[in-house]
């Protein structure tokens, strides 16, 4: 996976997790471009530590042909406008790496950046793709919350029902109740 920090210290325990959101016009990163971005540094109680949003500047031609050909965006024409009404307002993708790694670089130093989201493998190859000096910064595990609600579901019928936002910084906010909800579920079912 992508480029691990080779000098990082194995047994450094993380004290803190770096949650990422991507919007994009689809799921195949070499075809799509990303739109947006949120990032959200937490420590392990969730407490908010620092915060990053950016829109990503695209050509329009791209993010239009993408978005006609991938019908997920039909379901959600609010956000499609708006994202197409404010291409030009986003930086430029290269600004945003930079951005993104001195927030790492400031929040984590030599500790490993460690990854966390929803389906955050799919985020993942798309920093890869689009972002990878970015990508060199992070540690090689992630903390995937989509695998705690595949096992409360199969496991213990458990769900998390969460609002279809599709908004980078909202469905970091989304994620982190979701890991939050399955914790509180574990503490309830011990007492």
Do not use: C
């Not at 949650?19 to 016009?25: F, K, S």
């Not at 031609?61 to 024409?77: C, F, G, H, I, S």
């Not at 540690?139 to 980078?168: C, N, P, T």
């Amino acid at each position: 996976m992508g480029g691990v920090m080779a000098d990082i210290d194995k047994k450094i325990i993380p004290t803190k997790l770096l949650w990422i959101d991507l919007e994009m016009t689809g799921l195949d990163p070499q075809q799509d471009v990303i739109l947006e971005v949120a990032a959200e540094i937490t420590d392990f109680e969730f407490k908010t530590l620092a915060s990053y949003e950016a829109r990503i500047r695209q050509p329009r031609e791209t993010v239009l042909d993408r978005m006609q050909k991938n019908v997920w965006w039909a379901d959600y024409p609010a956000n499609r406008d708006e994202f197409v009404a404010k291409l030009e307002e986003g930086k430029l993708s290269g600004e945003v790496e930079k951005e993104l790694m001195a927030l790492v670089e400031d929040h984590f130093g030599r500790e490993p950046a460690v990854l966390a989201g929803n389906s955050i493998y799919n985020d993942r190859k798309f920093i890869t793709e689009w972002w990878p000096a970015l990508d060199l910064k992070l540690h090689y595990r992630m903390l995937d919350v989509s695998a705690w609600k595949i096992f409360m579901q199969g496991r213990y019928g458990v769900d998390f029902e969460k609002k279809e936002v599709h908004r980078a910084f909202d469905d970091i906010q989304a994620s982190i109740a979701e890991l939050q909800h399955y914790l509180e579920w574990f503490v309830k079912k011990s007492d």
